[in-house]
């Protein structure tokens, strides 16, 4: 079946630690995204990727930076610069860019030690 | 800048009555609009969307939603509420157009149901 994974399901950080979360999917979307969600805060964009090498800042991409060489695969390097990383983080994708028809995967939660 | 207002963070009702769920919006143009259901520890899953067309929308697990233009609004209802619908429920807006990229998510609201 078709769909979105990320890993792992649980990180944790220790201070000054770069930590890297992975989503693969393999619905041949072309366009991709993370999002930070908070408690009572909905959902945030950090980055978004139309198409591979390339990828545009969202709402709060401080603190965080992406990669995307493949089509398939879109990692999340939560960096020491980010200084309150806790929060889950949920990989999406779509058909190209119709936003209309989004797919999610089922979330890494990040703590801090 | 588009905004997304869900009423109330928490919402309670009784296993077989209605559910309703408020969102509003702020955009000087109707754009497309959305809801999705969370449970614990997962991701999102689409519930319904409204880009065109008939104004009432129908999703899965029985609700349904309005656009009233308006009233600027796209409440989500359920003439029956079930155990298996307390979840986390988020409203969302998106720019109409292709190269639109951004959802714009409201805060959601946690509902319960009380058998």
């Known amino acids: 079946d078709g769909g979105i994974t990320q890993s792992p399901k649980y990180l944790f950080r220790k201070e000054g630690q770069n930590v890297t979360l992975s989503c693969e999917q393999n619905?041949?979307?072309?366009?991709m995204y993370w999002y930070r969600q908070d408690p009572g805060q909905g959902l945030r964009l950090i980055y978004y990727?139309?198409?591979?090498?390339?990828?545009q800042k969202g709402d709060i991409a401080e603190g965080y930076s992406v990669s995307r060489e493949k089509k398939e695969s879109f990692p999340l390097t939560v960096t020491s610069a980010q200084k309150n990383p806790t929060a889950f983080y949920l990989c999406?994708?779509?058909?190209?860019?119709?936003?209309?028809?989004?797919?999610f995967g089922s979330g890494t939660q990040l703590s801090v030690l | 800048a588009q905004s997304v207002t869900q009423l109330g963070s928490h919402v309670s009702v009784s296993e077989g009555a209605l559910v309703l769920l408020r969102c509003n919006y702020s955009s000087s143009v109707p754009p497309y609009l959305f809801w999705y259901v969370q449970y614990p520890n997962q991701g999102l899953q689409l519930l319904l969307k409204?880009?065109?067309?008939?104004?009432l929308v129908k999703g899965i697990n029985g609700f349904e939603a309005e656009f009233k233009k308006s009233e600027t609004s796209f409440h989500l209802t359920k003439p029956s509420a079930h155990m298996s619908d307390a979840a986390e429920y988020f409203c969302a807006v998106s720019d109409r157009g292709a190269g639109s990229y951004q959802l714009t998510f409201g805060k959601g609201t946690k509902l319960s149901v009380i058998p």
């Open positions: 990727s139309q198409i591979v090498n390339d990828f």
């Open positions: 999406a994708s779509s058909v190209g860019g119709r936003i209309e028809k989004l797919f």
């Open positions: 409204y880009t065109t067309g008939a104004t």
């Open positions: 619905l041949n979307h072309d366009a």
